[in-house]
């Protein structure tokens, strides 16, 4: 009975599989709002009534997609960490920087299907949000053993942080644990700087406008972790 379900098992799992590579392809050529559960099926040389078996809806065929893209993003950033040594925090922040960035534009679609524009219509589920904090988790998890380690030293050029805004720092310090609200409100800031870099570069607005995009890639991650007080 044991070995009957692990092979009914292998054989859904391989299925999913099946559909979801197919669905990124159509994501490709037909975005998000294009998705057919209808055409995944005739791709397979299924009924549609089949593939609903697996994803009942459009949606739960989305909510798969927009999860394996987070985890794997996550994965990239995960690995670029680990492969850098452990107490130069200069060198993981590129490297997850860097390692983010080499991910979306091998993979644009899918880093449009999660970083770009909602998708018309489409509630995104709780079983979401793990998955969408594997990246995060890494960046302040830099910053958090830098400032265990008594090297976080953000230069003095940003302005007080206003006291209303000390309700979201709560909410995001429990990915770096003891930092102040100012290297909070930071760690936003190179947050959404590495992802308008990335955006910027795969959406088409450096077109004729920034030949040496790598090196400016570079550069500004480097500028960025100044400004977090990284040390070089």
């Known amino acids: 009975m044991n070995a009957s379900r692990t092979a009914r098992e292998r054989v859904r799992a391989e299925l999913v599989r099946e559909i979801t590579d197919i669905a990124r392809v159509q994501l490709a050529s037909e975005g998000a709002s294009g998705l057919s559960l209808r055409a995944v099926a005739r791709e397979m040389g299924m009924v549609s009534s089949a593939v609903h078996r697996y994803f009942p809806t459009k949606d739960d065929l989305l909510t798969a997609l927009i999860v394996d893209g987070y985890n794997s993003v996550g994965a990239a950033a995960e690995d670029a960490d680990a492969a850098s040594p452990p107490d130069d925090f200069g060198a993981r922040w590129l490297a997850v920087c860097h390692g983010v960035r080499n991910w979306a534009l091998a993979r644009p679609h899918e880093y449009a299907l999660i970083h770009g524009s909602p998708v018309p ?11 969408a904090t594997r990246a995060t988790t890494v960046y ?3 910053l958090g053993d830098a400032h265990r380690a008594g090297r976080l030293s953000p230069p003095d050029i940003c302005p007080p942080v206003p006291p209303i805004l000390s ?9 770096i644990p003891g930092v102040s609200d100012d290297v909070i409100t930071r760690a936003i800031a190179a947050w959404t700087g590495l992802y308008g870099m ?4 795969l959406f088409g607005q450096f077109n004729n406008v ?22 070089d």
């Open 140 to 142: 302040g998890r830099i």
């Open 210 to 231: 920034v030949t040496h995009r790598a090196e400016l890639f570079d550069h500004n991650m480097r500028g960025l972790a100044r400004f977090l007080g990284i040390p």
């Open 167 to 175: 309700t979201d720092a709560e909410i995001i310090r429990s990915l």
């Open 198 to 201: 990335i955006s910027f570069e």
């Open 121 to 131: 219509g489409y509630r995104a589920p709780q079983d979401t949000v793990g998955p």
